[in-house]
């Protein structure tokens, strides 16, 4: 069984960035599609970026476009969300997923779905605040 270890979150001023780091262990990423998903305080949990198995394919909320980076390196059995300009609005629970049904060959609605992933980590929490 998958099992999916986020780090890498904390507290960061307006403007600053963050990567936060998705393990995998149990089984290879490599025949997985991989989202990145956050959750503020009393919202419902929302896609940020997902990335197909050889990074040919990444799509991002219009909320991050531009400033959020996911990267993946199979070798290290490891997801990345780079995260730049970060802003208050960012603050939530950020979770990776993971599934081998391959989510995003249906397009970003798919890839940025929390339903169509089976496999979840515990979550970073990131708060940005002055």
């Known amino acids: 069984q998958l099992q999916l270890v986020e780090s890498g979150g904390g507290l960061v001023q307006p403007g600053g960035s963050l990567r936060l780091s998705c393990v995998a262990s149990?089984?290879?990423?490599?025949?997985?599609?991989i989202g990145w998903f956050r959750q503020a305080p009393g919202k419902e949990r929302k896609g940020v970026a997902c990335?197909?198995?050889?990074?040919?394919?990444?799509y991002y909320s219009d909320s991050v476009l531009g400033r959020f980076t996911i990267s993946r390196d199979n070798a290290k059995n490891t997801a990345y969300l780079q995260m730049s300009s970060l802003k208050p609005e960012d603050t939530a629970l950020y979770y990776c997923?993971?599934?081998?049904?391959?989510?995003?060959?249906?397009?970003?609605?798919?890839?940025?779905?929390?339903?169509?992933?089976?496999?979840w980590g515990q979550g970073t929490q990131v708060t940005v605040s002055s």
């Open positions: 997923a993971a599934d081998r049904n391959h989510p995003i060959y249906g397009g970003p609605y798919y890839g940025l779905s929390a339903d169509h992933y089976g496999d």
């Open positions: 149990g089984l290879t990423l490599d025949s997985y599609h």
């Open positions: 990335i197909g198995i050889t990074a040919d394919s990444s």
